[in-house]
């Protein structure tokens, strides 16, 4: 097939790698003007570990893992550590999953394309028209061509999901959180873990990777309606909504986004859809099926969307409508369990770590390990 991929992270480059492997003739075009950096480490779980073993980069994957430490400790406004949280299981004892940085993740997915795949950057979907012998699309720079299938991997904010079903508020579902995140933290710093201190309805986050702190800001806030890539009204939603809340390291974390240009800034939100799947466009990844933030599970679905997508496409004759569409339904199918599953934890995440109200706060606390001992929150 004559495949058209929009977006070239986690899922349009996995798509890409496993689509053209298999014989497909694939074209990448990203938005952005290079491939976008940032964010802390994600986890590759279950499934994905196949999906990149499959890919051949499994061992480049572990080679580059961070230590995983799953022990949240919640702090009070002087870094005093209120309650801890271990995970029940360590499954990254018990299984092959693997944590790592995302931005090193979109690296070796990158390398690993095969030499037929370019990645068009600086480019995007403008529309989507289905034609007799495919799905015509229009380019944002006016060029047009005929595929056999567009393939939307372009994230939360999807451009194809717009052309092809409809506007966003029709499928993006905001949680009510918002969260930035500074890659790499100067100002405060952890060794291990991830330290957490909340006033009500806010949370500042700092987390080791073992080389280096991420920070991560959150606020819950209903929908704000603004140019969700104009990074200066990003930087005042964040310093505005930590105003009056003081408190642990807030106020040098606050500050050092303030002097950023390099932070990631979204809502936290999830993506219901009936059909994945509309004529000759499909979804996958966060675009599809965003299961949010919280549920640590939106790159092992974004991976996993992609192979279950190839997969589903092998045999299929493109000049043969109802051949494509059984494989884009199968495909949906295939799909439905995890994503459930994984819309569900969001939920429970978002929960524990951003109380509402001080009594919440407290709820929480005691719900947790009381602290063995008082002291130890961040460095400075
Ligand atoms: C910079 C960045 C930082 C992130 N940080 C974290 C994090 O810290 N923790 C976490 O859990 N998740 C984070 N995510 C989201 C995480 O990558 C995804 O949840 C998951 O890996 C699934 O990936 P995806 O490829 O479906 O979507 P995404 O990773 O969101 O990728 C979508 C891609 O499509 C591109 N794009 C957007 N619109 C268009 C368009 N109209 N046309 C063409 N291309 C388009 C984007 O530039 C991006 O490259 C981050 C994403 C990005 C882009």
Redesign the pocket.
């Known amino acids: 097939m004559d495949v058209l991929i ?8 996995t798509t890409a790698a496993l689509l053209a492997g298999r014989g497909h003739r694939v074209t990448v ?4 003007g290079a ?8 986890d590759v779980r279950g499934e994905a570990v196949d999906v990149a073993r499959e890919l051949g980069v499994l061992d480049e994957i572990r080679a580059a893992r961070v230590p995983h430490d799953d022990v949240f400790r919640f702090v009070d406004a002087e870094g005093r550590t209120r309650a801890t949280m271990r995970p029940a299981d360590d499954v990254y004892e018990a299984t092959d999953d693997v944590e790592i940085s ?1 931005d090193l ?2 690296g070796i997915l990158e390398r690993r394309l095969p030499g037929s795949v370019a990645v068009d950057y600086g ?3 403008a529309a989507i028209t289905d034609v007799p012998e495919g799905a015509e699309v229009t380019l944002s720079d006016g060029s047009r061509r005929v595929v056999d299938l567009v393939v939307g ?8 999901r ?1 052309a092809a079903f409809g506007p966003e508020g029709e499928f993006v579902h905001h949680l009510g959180l918002y969260v930035a ?1 500074l ?1 790499s933290c100067r100002s405060a710093t952890v060794d291990t873990g991830s330290v957490v201190f909340n006033t009500p309805g806010r949370l500042v986050m700092l987390r080791s990777d073992g080389a280096r702190t ?1 920070a991560l800001l959150g606020f819950r806030s209903p929908w704000i309606d603004h140019d969700f890539r104009d990074v200066e009204s990003q930087r005042r939603r964040v310093v505005d909504a930590f105003a009056g809340h003081d408190g642990w390291v807030t106020r040098e974390v606050v500050g050092e986004l303030a002097a950023s240009d390099a932070f ?1 800034f ?1 809502a936290v939100s999830q993506v219901r859809m009936e059909s994945w799947s509309r004529g000759r466009a499909v979804l ?4 599809a099926y ?1 299961p949010s ?1 919280f549920s ?1 599970m ?2 092992t ?2 991976m996993v969307g992609a192979r279950n997508l190839a997969l589903a496409l092998d045999g299929v004759a493109p000049g043969e409508p109802a051949q494509v569409e059984r494989a884009l339904a199968r495909y949906d199918r295939s799909m439905r369990p995890i994503v459930t599953e994984a819309h569900a934890i969001a939920e429970v995440g978002a929960g524990i770590l951003f109380p509402r109200t001080s009594s919440e706060i407290a709820e929480r606390d005691a719900r947790f390990t009381p602290a063995a001992s008082a002291g130890g929150g961040a460095g400075h």
């Open positions: 929009s977006g070239a992270s986690i899922a349009g480059l075009v990203e938005r952005a491939q976008r950096s940032g964010g802390v480490a994600i995302r993740l979109a480019r995007w979907v991997a372009d994230g939360l904010h999807s451009g194809v717009a995140i890659t991420s990631y979204d996958v990844g966060d675009a965003s933030f640590g939106g790159t679905l974004a």
